[in-house]
């Protein structure tokens, strides 16, 4: 009886060892943040890249909590090119930002995210660590804004994220007729109003 319970054991063991683990939880995908431009030419809504560009990203999404793009413009139009805005005033002055951030196209470029058609960048002076509230969108694919080398002539211009709605309202912007004034060129003639930026709730 007792070799004969021994013998029953036996057998069930190895079917016990075949019983397949769990599978492991794959980890839920973060949803990337994304923001409505309202336009007076219609919507725009950008995807960010937050693990790309993480100091580059937050900035934006800090101005964008703070409501500081509320009532700015795209001063700057070049079709076949890109638009700019999120820094001036319809009256063309500048509204007062934060403190610049650290450029990191290095690191987006090598990603393999780049100055292609439909990407957003922030836009700077000659100096390469400059960038503060403004932005572009670009209307083409823009390899001469990527990182050309180690001067400050090549960094580069960091994208930190892309059009994923309303890419035909950054084409009639593109397609609205501009002027020089104050010293400035590329300007549009009539305002092209940025009413709001809104950060959309995770999808």
Request: net charge neutral; aromatic share 8%; hydrophobic share 40%.
């Amino acid at each position: 009886m007792f070799r004969s319970s021994l013998f029953a054991l036996a057998l069930m063991l190895p079917l016990a060892a075949q019983v397949p683990a769990p599978p492991a939880a794959t980890p839920v995908p973060v949803a990337k943040p994304r923001v409505q431009l309202m336009t007076s030419y219609g919507p725009i809504v950008v995807e960010l890249e937050p693990e790309l560009a993480p100091k580059t990203v937050a900035n934006f999404l800090q101005y964008v909590q703070d409501g500081h793009y509320k009532g700015t413009i795209f001063h700057r139009v070049i079709d076949g090119f890109m638009i700019q805005g999120g820094g001036m005033l319809e009256n063309l002055e500048e509204k007062p930002g934060r403190g610049p951030i650290q450029n990191e196209v290095a690191s987006t470029s090598k990603a393999g995210l780049k100055n292609t058609r439909g990407t957003l960048a922030m836009a700077r002076t000659a100096n390469p660590h400059s960038a503060t509230a403004q932005f572009y969108i670009n209307l083409a694919d823009n390899p001469s804004l990527d990182p050309q080398g180690f001067s400050e002539e090549g960094f580069g211009y960091c994208a930190f994220g892309r059009v994923v709605a309303g890419m035909e309202a950054v084409d009639k912007i593109a397609k609205v007729k501009t002027e020089w004034r104050r010293g400035q060129g590329d300007i549009p003639q009539f305002p092209v109003r940025i009413k709001d930026a809104v950060l959309l709730p995770p999808q």
